[in-house]
């Protein structure tokens, strides 16, 4: 039972650039959330979804998209990556959304240059 | 505005003994939930305990309480019989019934001195 995982590991960028951070759980969890931690900071919420097929903002989306591809994946793009985007991304899941108790990844560690 | 607030950026203890963290938050929800988590140097996020808003006892999960106080609006943790692996960062965290909101707080880094 691997719980929530996460791909790649590692990432740096360069400005401008593209790419996907991938999420999959087998928890068989209706909802998953994207967070970033900034250093030093708590995590900070980006996108969720309470369920396949449904995605919402969170408390920091721009720059950002997610895609929620079935019920294990859920995926979270930069498009045009910035070095304020150089962050700790988590991907987390649950029961449902918000009233359970959250479960996360390992985090992807990524630096934009 | 939700909002969560760790007023001790550090805290010792020694091993062995308690230690209680801070914890205060900030809501118009009447529902919702109260989660710490840790954060070793390894970077994971490790669900230790978590408190509804309309449980009338207090949490306990092992060694970990959550002492919670609903018209002060805070929600502290309590560790007994602190343990040298319990050195991490600890986050307090509410999450909401309303869509959009979960928020944690700047986190408390604990050192357990032997």
């Known amino acids: 039972n691997a719980g929530v995982t996460q791909t790649p590991k590692f990432q740096v960028l360069k400005t401008g650039q593209s790419m996907t951070l991938q999420c999959a759980q087998d928890?068989?969890?209706?909802?998953m959330y994207w967070y970033r931690q900034d250093p030093g900071m708590g995590l900070r919420l980006i996108y969720y979804?309470?369920?396949?097929?449904?995605?919402d903002k969170g408390e920091v989306p721009n720059g950002y998209n997610v895609s929620r591809l079935n019920k294990r994946e859920f995926s979270l793009r930069l498009e045009s990556a910035a070095p304020s985007q150089t962050s700790v991304y988590f991907c987390a899941s649950s029961p449902t959304l918000f009233t359970d108790t959250q479960y996360f990844g390992p985090g992807t560690r990524l630096t934009v240059l | 505005a939700q909002k969560i607030t760790q007023t001790q950026p550090g805290m010792f203890v020694q091993e062995k003994e308690a230690v209680t963290l801070d914890c205060t938050y900030d809501?118009?929800?009447?529902?919702?939930?109260l989660f710490w988590y840790k954060q070793p140097s390894s970077g994971e996020m490790i669900f230790l305990i978590y408190q509804g808003s309309y449980d009338e006892q207090n949490a306990t999960e092992g060694r970990y309480s959550l002492n919670f106080q609903k018209a002060r609006k805070s929600a502290n943790l309590v560790i007994s019989a602190s343990q040298l692996g319990d050195s991490a960062m600890y986050f307090c965290?509410?999450?909401?019934?309303?869509?959009?909101?979960?928020?944690f707080g700047d986190g408390t880094t604990l050192t357990v001195k032997p």
């Open positions: 928890m068989n969890h209706n909802s």
């Open positions: 979804s309470a369920s396949e097929g449904t995605t």
């Open positions: 965290a509410m999450l909401g019934t309303n869509a959009g909101k979960s928020t």
């Open positions: 809501t118009s929800d009447q529902s919702y939930g």
